[in-house]
């Protein structure tokens, strides 16, 4: 046989080898607990252990309000938090937006470049609210080749159907 052969049979035979583990009492030598066990059953069952402890752990980190502990993790109510602070600021910003317009026009009268006539908190902001600019969306070449690709790929696609 060959020496590899060898190895393998003698590490197999050590594995499979049923050993007895005895826990005795210290002081009167009596069996209190018995067990026959070999490597390869200690193996598995501190594997099957090792690996059910991980998954019980990282269940309980990831379900738990023990993640907020974990650096990246933020807690529900911060984002809550920064959310609702950005709507406000956003909101108080506008808001800012429409009474500086205001104030320009009242200085304009007040200079007499304006007539008070056409000062009117309604239109001044109305006229002050920025909108968005009219867009020319027009497709390129590059994207016109491509639907006159796609649409002779669909025809072809229904006339092999047919």
Same mark, same amino acid.
Request: glycine share 2%; proline share 2%; aromatic share 8%.
């Given at each position: 046989?060959?020496?590899? /052969?060898?190895?393998?049979?003698?590490?197999?035979?050590?594995? $499979?080898?049923?050993? /007895?583990?005895?826990?005795?009492?210290?002081?009167?030598?009596?069996?209190?607990?018995?067990? =026959? %066990?070999?490597?390869?059953?200690?193996?598995?069952?501190?594997? &099957?252990?090792?690996?059910?402890?991980? $998954?019980? !752990?990282? $269940?309980?980190?990831?379900?738990?309000?023990? =993640?907020?502990? &974990?650096?990246?993790?933020?807690?529900?109510?911060?984002?809550?938090?920064? !959310?609702?602070?950005?709507?406000?600021? #956003?909101? %108080?910003?506008?808001? &800012?937006?429409?009474?500086?317009?205001?104030?320009?026009?009242?200085?304009?009268?007040?200079?007499?470049?304006?007539?008070? +006539?056409?000062?009117?908190? #309604?239109?001044? %902001?109305?006229?002050?609210? #920025?909108?968005?600019? #009219?867009?020319?969306?027009?497709?390129?070449?590059?994207?016109?080749?491509? /639907?006159?690709?796609? +649409?002779?790929?669909?025809?072809?696609?229904?006339?092999? /159907?047919?």
């Amino acid at each position: 046989m060959s020496e590899k /052969r060898l190895k393998k049979q003698k590490l197999k035979k050590h594995l $499979f080898t049923k050993n /007895r583990l005895v826990i005795l009492n210290d002081e009167t030598f009596e069996e209190v607990f018995s067990l =026959r %066990l070999t490597l390869m059953n200690v193996f598995v069952f501190a594997s &099957i252990g090792a690996i059910l402890i991980i $998954f019980v !752990t990282t $269940f309980i980190i990831a379900f738990t309000p023990l =993640r907020e502990y &974990i650096p990246g993790y933020t807690s529900t109510k911060l984002k809550k938090d920064a !959310t609702e602070l950005a709507l406000k600021s #956003d909101s %108080l910003e506008f808001a &800012i937006k429409k009474n500086e317009a205001y104030l320009e026009s009242i200085k304009k009268v007040l200079n007499g470049n304006l007539e008070y +006539a056409k000062v009117n908190k #309604d239109s001044i %902001l109305a006229i002050s609210v #920025d909108t968005l600019p #009219d867009l020319q969306l027009t497709a390129t070449e590059a994207e016109m080749n491509l /639907r006159k690709q796609v +649409a002779e790929e669909e025809k072809k696609k229904i006339e092999k /159907r047919k």
